[in-house]
């Protein structure tokens, strides 16, 4: 049988994702001194960015590029260890594309369309019929092929996938104005008055940052755009107001294609580009029924698979009892005589005798050394936590000696904790 012009997974092999994740994420502060945005830990094993990629391959996409920029050498080597398995001779790729000056070389990526303009010679070798952009730094499952599937039925020149948003906080948001039929009849950027949805008018419509194009049209309107001197050639900015403007723009709604098992009653979006949202997405991951699911087997979340021995857990004397309690322990990670307490700890994490953790994301290869005690806090990877540190009793105490939100969550690095001298 052949398959329908607009079947999800058919249209799925004619199409490229483009994932565009070379931005630093400045709101997470020190965590993205080193490190780029969409490559900063999550959940335990994963970074952010293995939510878009896993997906786009769970959709069905199997010609995936990722654009990177900023500090992109852990991003880099992240999806070298656990993105590898994509096969040549199935006709499947994953491109990175860091910036690499190929239109001048004094010409980095200037802009999220400017990312996509500088790679179009590569795009063009897969001749795909669709290209789908795709943010690498945001916490959610959704079928994207979907969305492709609607963008075709629809005949749109582009489909902005849009997140339900409360209109009493969509002033944030770049929101779309639609008409019943779900058309963008106007952009508005942060406004004062945010349009309600035409069936929900207590809600409106915010971009995901999820762009659906037929590419021949794309690239047209890319070359365009690099020819204004006034761009700043991104997306948000420049090219889907226009688009809005001038062309057949249509919405798709994250609640008609968002993935949910049987666990999760909500959809499911969350951007963790501030201390605190970091903080509160992983530490939700702990309740008796999280909001996301990530044991999911029918939509798994893929990253690096790295060997490591079990969690372990020693010592059994009053006092000294090492124990966790609504939390999630990952491999390698040894808990000696200490107490945990609705956290997170990635790989390798060890905690010894004494100490107390309550509310603490502790990334990878961390040392909480004797008798600390801690409390609603982020340890940075490879932090070495002194013995007898007290974080979370005193404020204005956390707040000279390490990064402190508004929320009161602690942010350590190691340079923070050599800084105590």
């Not at 994420?25 to 001194?33: A, K, M, N, P, V």
């Not at 990878?364 to 007290?390: F, H, M, Q, W, Y």
């Amino acid at each position: 049988m052949n398959a329908s012009p607009t079947d999800a997974r058919y249209l799925a092999g004619q199409t490229m994702a483009l994932v565009l994740a070379g931005g630093r994420g400045s709101r997470l502060y020190e965590l993205t001194d080193r490190r780029a945005k969409p490559a900063v830990p999550f959940a335990g094993k994963s970074r952010i960015i293995d939510f878009a990629l896993s997906n786009a391959y769970n959709s069905g996409f199997r010609r995936i590029g990722v654009a990177t920029q900023y500090k992109s050498h852990s991003l880099i080597r992240h999806l070298q260890q656990g993105w590898s398995f994509f096969r040549p001779e199935r006709n499947e790729s994953l491109d990175i594309l860091p910036a690499s000056q190929r239109i001048a070389e004094d010409k980095w990526y200037v802009g999220t369309a400017d990312a996509v303009t500088q790679n179009m010679d590569i795009i063009k070798g897969y001749d795909p019929k669709y290209i789908i952009i795709l943010a690498g730094d945001h916490i959610y499952k959704m079928d994207y092929a979907i969305m492709l599937s609607r963008h075709v039925e629809s005949g749109a020149d582009v489909t902005v996938g849009c997140i339900e948003v409360p209109r009493s906080e969509a002033s944030a948001f770049g929101v779309m104005h639609v008409d019943e039929n779900d058309r963008i009849v106007d952009f508005v950027e942060k406004p004062a008055d945010p349009p309600p949805m035409p069936d929900k008018p207590d809600m409106s419509l915010s971009s995901m940052g999820i762009y659906v194009f037929e590419t021949a049209f794309l690239f047209d309107l890319l070359m365009r755009d690099m020819a204004d001197e006034t761009s700043s050639h991104d997306f948000g900015h420049d090219l889907i107001p226009a688009l809005v403007r001038n062309h057949f723009a249509m919405a798709h709604r994250f609640n008609d294609s968002c993935v949910r098992s049987e666990q999760e009653e909500e959809p499911y979006w969350r951007d963790v580009g501030t201390i605190d949202a970091l903080w509160e997405t992983n530490i939700n991951l702990t309740d008796f029924v999280p909001a996301l699911d990530i044991y999911d087997r029918n939509w798994p979340i893929w990253t690096f698979g790295e060997i490591t021995p079990p969690a372990k857990f020693i010592h059994n004397e009053e006092g000294r009892r090492g124990s966790a309690t609504s939390s999630l322990i990952s491999g390698g990670c040894i808990v000696s005589g200490s107490y945990i307490h609705r956290s997170l700890l990635y790989t390798g994490v060890h905690v010894h005798s004494f100490s107390q953790l309550e509310g603490v994301v502790v990334l990878n290869g961390a040392t909480i050394n004797r008798g600390s005690k801690l409390k609603n806090a982020i340890i940075d990877s490879g932090v070495e936590i002194p013995a007898g540190l007290v974080v979370g009793e005193d404020p204005e105490e956390d707040a000279r000696r390490f990064r402190r939100s508004a929320k009161g969550i602690v942010l350590i690095t190691q340079k923070m904790i050599d800084a105590l001298g």
